[in-house]
């Protein structure tokens, strides 16, 4: 009985670390077992069977208990782990003044939980967003906002996933709380060193998550990093799923500009206007800003590149693993046809009849409709027409751009498909249709290892990397310098992954991980400072740096070396079925894309 009780506790201290609940918590869970063994031989050792059975249930039910009012409460994430950080001097932007704090080594100054525009609740839901409200008092901004209304796992499948995919879970007191969502969370938070200069390069980040889910905490991508080297960095929540791209004809009529379906594409334009009003005050030079996103980030950053209404708002972009450059964008893309037939479906599953309707529908229950919702929509205001058919007339907004890709960018996305010789044949059918063939000569598979190894490619391919390689020669076309890279470094955490260059890129690697190595962080200072000498002047080459020509695929690896797209030949194969040979001019309707959206 002793083995099961000590069995039970430490099963219950791994399900409360795991789940991030108050260390009081554990202490109860073994206090509770102590007493029950205590007990145990006193009133229990020679009771009838149905008595130990109660004690038992009685012990259990105490443990339930216990890990239930344990639980972390919900809170907003600090800006800094320290206890009492050292704060700001005032800063004074059009809303009123505000403080924020300092880094423990006095380096950075951060920012964080600056409102850029009300809340969009009640009636402000699904609405372009609005000015923020100004306020009296000096604002503290030393927490980040809550994380925008997004579909979330449980905590301890997070740390599973932490331990599994990432290797580096940690097990700390400071982590006993919930993080707050919120669909009042619309925030943005700035990075900046500690100078006196004025002028400085700014970064305006946008987060990636399959415009789904996603915060801007997130340690990979954080503006500590840049701010180091001489650049100030922006981030922004932004309407996410249902909240940010439902799309209704109700919506539509009632909006001054006639327009629905992309109002997190409208939060990341409101956020880029108010840079430019107020980034001057914390020493930033609101002509020189780069726009840079990963993922579906990077899609909204496509997105924005020929959007007419932030035109002047950055110079410079940046995509990391996505783009929506392709004739046939492969994800978070779709028609305002498709858009409003999907709308009908959230009114039906609610029960409602109009707005009114859904806009009374309680937040954390309307979330349900975010994997319907949450595509960009060519909606005629925000976006005019694809980029494709905008870049093919000449039509963008940035001057220079940085974009590319990692080796496995599709391997996370295919883990769960079972790939065989049997069913390869039926797979590469369904994905390049009347092209299957010629893909079967460059990709033929004669074992079943094979097959899947050429199934993450062809995956890789079609949903992540063509787009990259339309959007170089769009550039060309246009005469932007254009530089696009190639990230194959491995490592002992999710190396050349998705996702996998943003530690070494914002060049937040810890100093303490043993995940990587020398060379890792030797790589990740060429990353940092190629992307923040492109910030600054629109070239990332430097004195110290490996030379990178425009238009030429620089290979971030073992070795720093330009290189050949190995999918070039896939790709024209790609130009033939979207119709894009040569990246000519095309004035006809995209087409459909695939319904899976892996960003």
């Known amino acids: 009985m002793i083995v099961i009780v000590i069995l039970l506790t430490l099963a219950a201290i791994c399900l409360m670390e795991l789940n991030k609940n108050k260390v009081w918590g554990a202490i109860l869970a073994v206090a509770a077992s102590a007493e029950f063994l205590f007990i145990w031989p006193r009133m229990f050792a020679q009771a009838p069977a149905l008595h130990k059975c109660l004690a038992w249930i009685v012990y259990l039910l105490c443990c339930v208990i216990i890990f239930y009012i344990s639980?972390?409460?919900?809170?907003?994430?600090?800006?800094?782990?320290?206890k009492d950080p050292r704060t700001t001097k005032v800063v004074t932007v059009e809303q009123g003044r505000l403080i924020g704090v300092y880094t423990a080594d006095k380096e950075v100054e951060i920012y964080a939980g600056i409102p850029y525009a009300k809340p969009p609740v009640g009636d402000l839901r699904w609405k372009e967003p609005q000015d923020p409200e100004p306020w009296d008092d000096v604002f503290k901004a030393d927490h980040f906002g809550p994380m925008s209304m997004q579909p979330r796992n449980s905590r301890i499948v997070d740390s599973l996933v932490q331990i599994a995919l990432y290797h580096d879970y940690k097990i700390t007191p400071k982590d006993d709380y919930v993080e707050a969502v919120s669909e009042d969370s619309l925030y943005?938070?700035?990075w900046k060193p500690v100078t006196e200069e004025a002028d400085l390069p700014v970064l305006v980040y946008i987060h990636g998550g399959s415009l789904q889910t996603g915060q801007t905490w997130y340690a990979d991508h954080s503006g500590e990093g840049l701010a180091r080297k001489g650049v100030i960095v922006v981030s922004m929540a932004y309407r996410l799923g249902v909240f940010g791209f439902y799309a209704d004809k109700a919506l539509a009529d009632e909006s001054p500009n006639g327009t629905t379906g992309n109002y997190g594409l409208l939060d990341q334009i409101k956020a880029l206007e108010w840079v430019q009003k107020n980034i001057a005050a914390f020493g930033g030079d609101p002509s020189n800003v780069t726009l840079a996103g990963e993922s579906a980030g990077a899609v909204c950053v496509s997105a924005l590149c020929t959007s007419p209404l932030a035109r002047g708002l950055f110079r410079r972009a940046v995509c990391e693993s996505s783009t929506m450059a392709a004739p046939e964008p492969a994800h978070s893309f779709r028609?305002?046809?498709d858009a409003l037939e999907t709308g009908k479906d959230l009114k039906e599953h609610f029960k409602v009849k109009d707005l009114e309707g859904l806009r009374k529908i309680k937040a954390k229950d309307l979330v349900w409709g975010t994997q319907q919702n949450h595509h960009i929509t060519i909606d005629g205001y925000v976006l005019e027409e694809t980029p494709y058919k905008s870049y093919c007339k000449g039509i963008h907004n940035e001057e220079a751009f940085l974009h590319g890709f990692n080796q496995l960018e599709g391997q996370a996305f295919v883990l769960r498909d079972k790939v065989t010789l049997d069913n390869y044949k039926d797979k590469v059918r369904q994905l390049f249709k009347q092209e299957k063939d010629a893909v079967l000569e460059l990709f033929p598979a004669s074992s079943d290892a094979e097959a899947k190894k050429n199934w993450i490619d062809l995956f890789s391919a079609y949903y992540f990397t063509y787009g990259h390689d339309c959007l170089t020669r769009l550039c060309e076309k246009n005469q932007i310098p254009v530089y696009p890279y190639y990230f194959t470094k491995n490592n002992k955490r999710i190396g050349a992954n998705h996702a996998g260059e943003m530690i070494y890129l914002y060049h937040m690697i810890p100093a303490d991980s043993k995940l990587f190595t020398a060379e890792d962080r030797a790589l990740s200072d060429q990353m940092a400072d190629a992307l923040a000498a492109f910030v600054k002047t629109g070239d990332p080459n430097g004195a110290d740096l490996p030379e990178w020509p425009?238009?030429?695929?620089?290979?971030?690896g073992d070795e720093v070396h330009t290189t050949e797209d190995r999918f070039a030949a896939l790709y024209r194969i790609l130009d033939?079925?979207?119709?894009?040979?040569?990246?000519?001019a095309d004035t006809s309707d995209a087409g459909s894309t695939l319904s899976d959206d892996p960003a």
């Not at 425009?550 to 971030?556: A, K, Q, Y």
């Not at 033939?576 to 000519?584: G, V």
């Open 71 to 82: 639980l972390g409460t919900e809170r907003r994430h600090p800006a800094v782990p320290e």
């Open 188 to 190: 943005l938070n700035i």
């Open 335 to 337: 028609t305002l046809e």
């Open 550 to 556: 425009e238009s030429t695929l620089l290979e971030w």
């Open 576 to 584: 033939r079925l979207q119709k894009a040979d040569a990246i000519a």
